[in-house]
T-cell receptor, first 116, second 118 residues
């Protein structure tokens, strides 16, 4: 069974602080994909990153970085020098290749509040 | 280029009624998926349609149905509405290409339709 756990319900930081959002996943597939999406108050899910199960390289994109560790089934997301515009709900998601179709399984999300 | 569009933006229905939600994919995208997001939760997969056929279905009752039209737009229908159907319904579109071929095409989400059942 597929499952994504985001244990942090809400995180509050002050602008310019670094913050890490945790994501732990469960899957029996050997081929799978992991994602992070951002959901601002407008409601639209914004794609941030995709990682496949064979690529454990960490990735950095501007102030965003992702740490994928298969050994601990984790795919954590760090925002460096947070800004007020980063305030949103962030979702981690998993998609298994074995299903034959693109079903995203989401975690319950982490609400990030960045105050000035 | 226009993104995924959904209509209506908001909808209020009463228990027992039926509702139809609409989605237009990004131009060139042939696959449409529907998700339900209850307040405070992550989106839950309902359906994926590709080339007008259902390719996958989540754990939702038969009251939920969908179809895809020749222009790849899609409708989600929910019959006999329950209070628990109140949610944000998200549509996502993607290019053709499945996971089996080792190629994953991103799903791009629309702004959603917020359904309130009273």
């Amino acid at each position: 069974a597929q499952k994504v756990t985001q244990a942090q319900t809400e995180i509050s930081v002050v602008e310019k602080e670094d913050v890490t959002l945790d994501c732990v996943y469960e899957t029996r597939d050997t081929t799978y994909y992991l994602f992070w999406y951002k959901q601002p108050p407008s409601g639209e899910l914004v794609f941030l990153i995709r990682r496949n199960s064979f690529d454990e390289q960490n990735e950095i994109s501007g102030r965003y970085s992702w740490n994928f560790q298969k050994s601990t089934s984790s795919f954590n997301f760090t925002i460096t020098a947070s800004q007020v515009v980063d305030s949103a709900v962030y979702f981690c998601a998993l998609s298994e290749a074995g299903t034959g179709f693109q079903k995203l399984v989401f975690g319950t999300g982490t609400r990030l509040l960045v105050s000035p | 280029d226009a993104g995924v569009t959904q209509s209506p933006t908001h909808l209020i229905k009463t228990r027992g009624q039926q509702v139809t939600l609409r989605c237009s994919p990004i131009s060139g995208h042939k696959s449409v998926s529907w998700y339900q997001q209850v307040l405070g939760q992550g989106p839950q997969f309902i359906f994926q349609y590709y080339e007008k056929e259902e390719r996958g279905r989540g754990n939702f009752p038969d009251r939920f149905s969908a179809r895809q039209f020749p222009n790849y737009s899609s409708e989600l229908n929910v019959n006999a509405l329950l209070l628990g159907d109140s949610a944000l319904y998200l549509c996502a579109s993607s290019q053709p290409g499945g996971l089996a071929g080792g190629k994953y095409n991103e799903q791009f989400f629309g702004p959603g339709t917020r359904l309130t059942v009273l």
